[in-house]
């Protein structure tokens, strides 16, 4: 089991930033990927980033790509989401995830936080 606890969230004007951190407890966190998703109220819940868990690797939805970037740092146990030069259509609930790929499909994570809120004022 992998407990994930998300934190940064707020809100923020357009042309802002907000680094998201998501905290993870339990198992060996270097084994998983993160994944970041965001559902907008009335929308589906969407992918936005993963990371691998060893070696870096990253994958950035083309929405966000060149204002969002995905880190983490497995001593501390926690990913990031830098979220720059936001804009109101950000505005969402973000969620992190932890599984066994660095993918865009929900099916590939079994650990999910609760989400936190960014709010993006134009």
């Known amino acids: 089991q992998v407990q994930l606890v998300e934190s940064g969230g707020g809100s923020v004007q357009a042309g802002g930033s907000l680094r998201l951190s998501c905290t993870a407890s339990?198992?060996?966190?270097?084994?998983?990927?993160v994944g970041w998703f965001r559902q907008a109220p009335n929308k589906e819940r969407e992918f936005v980033a993963a990371i691998s868990g060893s070696t870096g690797g990253t994958y950035i939805d083309n929405s966000v790509q060149g204002r969002f970037s995905i880190s983490r740092d497995n001593a501390k146990n926690t990913a990031y989401l830098q979220m720059d030069n936001l804009k109101p259509e950000d505005t969402a609930v973000y969620y992190c995830a932890a599984g066994t790929a660095v993918a865009g499909l929900e099916k590939y994570y079994d650990y999910w936080g609760q989400g936190t809120q960014v709010t993006v004022s134009s």
């Open positions: 339990g198992q060996t966190f270097s084994n998983y990927a």
